[in-house]
């Protein structure tokens, strides 16, 4: 553990180092010609200032070792630094492939034979290596990872601190798997769940048995606890709403008791292999066990879960269930899921004759209303005698004329007196959802086509009949 440490903090300083000098190499190679001449003389004045100094302070520490240190204290000293430098030197040999890549960048970028030569001296690379020269990209001037690096497993590039920082995943990790059999053993645990869940009893009692009334009914529902033991200290980690509960002095906090309402006993013994494992298969549970789940999620604030219940469930959505999703997601603020189900309702408006859109919110039921009705307005195009090849695209603007027929004329004209004559079944049909703004600018440029003596109540009704659209508002003037 010390040595992995002291790998750590070398780590640490060579990275910083490191990126230091890079980000001074970005700014040295963004100044001008004449910039770049001005600080290097001013790092060499710097540099001829300080050598005196530095010569200074190593004549001082040499008096101070003849003075303080005796020949024999100082080979045992030289010794042991020889010592570490090269148990160091050992370490960076022995794991070299972890570092091919560093060297070869460090080799392309210093492009001195000299220090390639130290490099192969000390077992860094190897003198095969040393000819070859470093892929570089022609438009950066990066040097490019070596051929067939891509392709490695992620794990095999992290380095032995990264091994140590980063956390594998879930389905890899043999701390999970260990954590979940310990919960399955029921090994020393330290906290207890009490799932209470009511049970409605068979329904045997007879028509006379039925009048007895709100007694006897609840006589039938049978209350069951369901204890479940886990471990304080991991159910604590994992969920922030234990560890608030179970570490801060609260009831729960003195007995180590937990009281769980509204769900089943299987449900949350999921939920907490979630919190040992950190996974959940959302495969083998159906539309009810996703939606328990996401609200268990929801209550003890696991976000993670419920992103994982999110995702299963727009999987779900169908004609039994896209409202009751669509509440659910609107409850729980479940952005993916409520979009998803909302589609699937504007698509399918026949959904809206259950009785489950009874119970949803006044504000999602008009959201819903106005939707469909959109969506009907979208929909609605009168068939003005064009076939289906007759579209605006395929049709000239000089041939267009002949591309009406009679009958297209007549229902043309229909449609336009229907609208000038202010028909309120048409605009129920339509239910044209009103924009204030929109409409009075449409009205302004119909106006100008069409003159100022038209009334404005009339100019209305034809931009709304057209949907807003101008040269459909034009349309139905001129066809009367």
Known sequence: MRELLKLRTFHERVTTSVINLMQRKENFTAMSHEQKVRSVAKNLEQLIDEVPMFLLRIEELMAALDEKVQWREWKYL???????VAWGRGEVVRHRSLL???????????????????????????????????????????????????????????????????????????????????????????????????????????????????????????????????????????????????????????????????????????????????????????????????????????????RLCEQALKHHVDEDSALFLLSLADQFNAAQLRSVALDYVLEHPEVMSSDVFDDLPQDLQAEVESGVAWQGVKSFRPNFGLSSADTPS??????????????????????????????????????????????????????????????????????LAADYDVNRAVNFFFST
């Not at 006897?216 to 980690?237: D, K, L, M, Q, W």
């Not at 004329?401 to 043309?412: I, Y």
């Open 78 to 84: 030289f010794k042991l630094g020889t010592s570490k």
């Open 100 to 306: 091919e890549f560093l060297t070869q960048q460090a080799c392309e970028m210093v492009h001195r034979d000299q220090f390639s030569q130290s490099l192969v001296m000390l077992g860094l690379i190897d003198s095969a290596q040393k000819q070859q020269e470093a892929p570089v990209n022609v438009h950066s001037g990066k040097v490019l990872p070596p051929a067939g690096s891509q392709t490695k497993n992620k794990s095999q590039q992290v380095t032995l601190v990264e091994s140590l920082t980063t956390a594998p995943l879930a389905r890899e990790s043999g701390l999970a798997k260990q954590a979940t059999a310990l919960l399955h053993a029921g090994l020393h645990t330290d906290v207890v769940f009490e799932v209470v869940c009511t049970q409605d009893g068979p329904d045997d009692s007879s028509d006379q048995e039925a009048c007895v009334g709100a007694a006897a009914a609840a006589a039938v529902s049978e209350t069951i606890v369901s204890e479940i033991r886990a471990h304080r200290v991991i159910v604590a980690a994992r969920c922030d709403w234990f560890r608030r509960a179970l570490l801060s002095g609260m009831r729960e906090s003195i007995d180590r008791r937990i009281i769980i309402h509204d769900t089943s006993p299987e449900q949350f013994r999921l939920f907490l292999q979630f919190l040992y494992s950190g996974q959940l298969d959302t495969n083998g549970l159906d539309t009810e066990q996703l939606a328990d789940m996401m609200s268990i999620a929801d209550r003890y604030e696991m976000d993670s879960v419920k």
């Open 394 to 463: 395929s049709v000239s603007s000089g041939a267009s004329t002949d591309r009406l027929s009679c009958d297209g004329v007549d229902e043309l004209a229909a449609f336009a007196h229907q609208i000038m004559d202010g028909s309120d079944s048409l605009s129920d049909d339509l239910h044209v959802p009103y924009d204030a703004q929109r409409l009075s600018a449409c009205v302004a440029r119909l106006r100008d086509v069409v003159g100022a003596d038209v009334p404005e109540e009339e100019l209305e009704r034809l931009v």
